[in-house]
Nanobody, 123 residues
């Protein structure tokens, strides 16, 4: 049974930082691309960042490029999202996902999902 468990969400002021983590189990972690998506109330789930199986290639949405950094540790089966210079518009539930192609920013193409962690950025 595949499990992706996110942690690290919370409430932060604009300009602050948070680090999200996702712990994976039940899959051969090093075989999967890992990604982060987010969903704000009343909006569709959107791509945030992704990393290929080796960690060599990373992808970001334009809205977070330069502020967020995705990384992975294949020895620990974890993927992280370091979020700096947070803005109120970053407020959303953040989801970890596992899939086959890191460059695919369509949520339907990702295979496994976590339950999400809330990130709230106050102005």
């Amino acid at each position: 049974q595949v499990q992706l468990v996110e942690s690290g969400g919370g409430l932060v002021q604009a300009g602050g930082s948070l680090r999200l983590s996702c712990a994976a189990s039940g899959l051969t972690f090093g075989n999967y691309a890992m990604g982060w998506f987010r969903q704000a109330p009343g909006k569709e789930r959107e791509f945030v960042a992704a990393i290929n199986w080796s960690g060599r290639y990373t992808y970001y949405s334009d809205s977070v490029k330069g502020r967020f950094t995705i990384s992975r540790d294949n020895a620990k089966n974890t993927v992280n999202l370091q979020m700096n210079s947070l803005k109120p518009e970053d407020t959303a539930v953040y989801y970890c996902a596992a899939g086959s192609v890191a460059s695919n920013n369509y949520s339907g193409a990702w295979t496994y999902w976590g339950q999400g962690t809330q990130v709230t950025v106050s102005s």
